[in-house]
């Protein structure tokens, strides 16, 4: 079983940064990937940035060049660096971790924290 922490949400002005984290507790297997989702008001949850296990990184369009996500292997964590923050980025950001023991597949969600883009 894993359990997942977030942190770094809030209010920030447009063009400002925030900095999530999500610390995993628990056995995550070799294969994995961990990443961001998020979820704005009357939309669905949607892939935000995700860094699959040998290091490949994933981003949505419309965070390219502006967000960065890497994890801390030490400290079995995953992070977003999120950089010339918008309105239209203001969400609920939820932390992912899919891990695999083939055939199995495990899933896991943290409790989401907001993120609040407005001057």
């Known amino acids: 079983q894993v359990q997942l922490v977030e942190s770094g949400g809030g209010l920030v002005q447009p063009g400002g940064s925030l900095r999530l984290s999500c610390a995993a507790s628990g056995s995550i297997f070799s294969r994995y990937i961990m990443g961001w989702y998020r979820q704005a008001p009357g939309k669905q949850r949607a892939l935000v940035a995700a860094i699959i296990s040998g290091g490949a990184t994933n981003y949505a369009d419309s965070v390219k060049g502006r967000f960065t996500v890497s994890r801390d292997n030490g400290k079995n964590t995953v992070n977003l660096q999120m950089n010339s923050l918008k309105p239209e980025d203001a969400a609920v950001y939820y932390c992912?971790?899919?891990?695999?023991?083939?055939?199995?597949?495990?899933?896991?969600w943290g409790q989401g924290t907001q993120v609040t883009v407005s001057s």
């Open positions: 992912n971790v899919v891990t695999f023991d083939p055939p199995r597949r495990y899933d896991y």
